[in-house]
């Protein structure tokens, strides 16, 4: 039986995806984003739908800044050019939900969509030797389903889109099979299972556009062009970034830790000895790594030694603070860098380390640990002692699983970057963007043209590379309002301070956010 295919003849004449067409350029689509973000309705008709001899009209409505609804009829009454023994008349509804990846009515999207409708056919030839079926036998019946769509739209000036998708999905039908085209025979009643396409078509779009692209008397004109305009208005502040003559210093700070292994009560640094060769070697290597960038000047080393909270706070001092020397010495002979740039410090018990420790521990009793390592009423000394004699099993696990964790060393590093020309910032960026200043990253941003790829890239470099502040979040968020994509713009217009600029992008937020 060939009606499995009739199925899908019916189902290529509905509505929307095929070849891309020739993309127009960054000029057009700026205009399209500008009118785009505004359309509401859009009236579309299916020019494949139309090859069948069959009137075809859908109405496309947005119902938010990346969701649209549309419902789609096709109805042929009529019999074909074979005669009386020729007929293609059917009806079909289709209502379809859509999700944009950029807006309404602009580029890809992603939907789902029902379908149904009535059929008679029979005593059709098609080209090519396509369902052989339809010339001899006629089928009258009725078909539902349904499926997902994925499609593109193009737009071509203000008012016209050109759309392509296509859908999958399945259908059921039940129908009668007749002997011919006209006469009145019955052969059986049956019915089928469709899964493939059901939905193929090229539309054309007409554009209606909403009430904000009306002229009003507010300043909202103002703000969403200030928007629309970033070359004007949002990189004015890194115009003035690159005026300046002498920009600050590039510093930079860099917190590792070490466990250092000493004997028992001692100070006396083995390098050999249990963990200590992979430990100094990594602070040894960090350090010459630092020191041997010739785009970077190591500006000081600091070293600060921890001791755990058993025995007295006393001893504990004196161990901490002369294995934090100890240790510097080694790491100042082995890095060959100026005395002036090692200082020492030291934390004589790391209580702070313990408290994290019990907090995230499944411990026995551990609130009530917790509240001793916490109560700065008592003296070191008399929390760890409070500690061994209240919960003696718990301590000797915190003695065991915690407190050699707490003989720890920390080195703080700071050291200066260099400044960077364009061309420079472009090769560092692609390795090492921490080394850029915001200042840089701008530089480099303006080598490109304003919404590019290549700019758009650089401007969320930016804004990685420094998240706290408020010139990177705003033009993070303005990329993102450009795009019509409001809601990822929220995030960065809560960092973007109080500024003019800051105010007027909120404003085109509200503005879409109501659409």
Known sequence: MVFDRIVLVAILMMNCCFPPLTAHSAEQHKQVQQCGQTRQLGIKTNLLYWATTTPNLGLEMAVGNKHTAQVFFGLNPWKQSGGDHSSLRHWMVMPEYRYWFNQNFDGWFLGAHALGGQYNVGGVKFPFGLLKGLRNHRYEGWYAGGGITAGKQWNLSKHWNFEASLGLGYIHTQY???????????????????????????????LIPGRADEKRSTDA????????????????????LQAVVAEAPKIRHLDKRAYIDFPVDRIELRADY????????????????????????????????????????????????????????????????????????STTEDWDGLREYIKQSDLEKKEQLLAIAQDESLTPDARDAKLKQLY?????????????????????????????????????????????????????????????????????????????????????????LNNGDADAAKPYLDRAG???????????????MMQ
Do not use: W
Not at 221 to 240: A, C, D, G, R, T
Not at 423 to 451: C, D, F, H, R, W
């Open 392 to 480: 003696p099993a718990q301590y000797r696990t915190l003695l065991t699983l915690c407190y050699p964790a707490l003989r720890h060393s920390d080195y703080h590093i700071t050291y200066k970057v260099k400044p960077f020309d364009v061309e420079e910032a472009k090769q560092i960026m692609k390795t090492k963007p921490q080394l850029l200043s915001l200042n840089e990253l701008y530089m480099v941003a303006q080598t490109y043209e304003v919404g590019s790829k290549d700019f758009n890239e650089v401007m969320e470099l930016a804004v990685r590379m420094y998240p706290t502040d408020e010139t990177a979040n705003l033009n993070a968020a303005i990329i993102r």
């Open 274 to 345: 249990r963990r200590n060769p992979a430990q100094l070697d990594s602070i040894i290597t960090t350090i010459k790594a630092l020191k041997a960038d010739k785009n970077l000047q190591v500006m000081g080393i600091n070293i600060h030694g921890f001791a755990s909270p058993e025995g007295s706070y006393q001893h504990n001092d004196y161990l901490a603070k002369n294995r934090a020397r100890t240790l510097t010495e080694y790491v100042h002979k082995m890095v060959e860098l100026p005395d002036s740039i090692f200082t020492v410090s």
């Open 176 to 206: 009668d099979k007749f002997e011919c085209g006209t006469c009145g025979e019955k052969l059986y009643s049956a019915h089928k299972n469709y899964v493939g396409p059901t939905k193929v078509a090229l539309s054309l779009i007409y």
């Open 498 to 512: 109080d500024s003019k600029e800051a105010d007027a992008a909120r404003k085109a937020y509200e503005m879409m």
């Open 221 to 240: 004109p103002q703000i969403i062009e200030s928007i629309q305009q970033p070359k004007q208005n949002v990189l004015k502040p890194v115009l003035q």
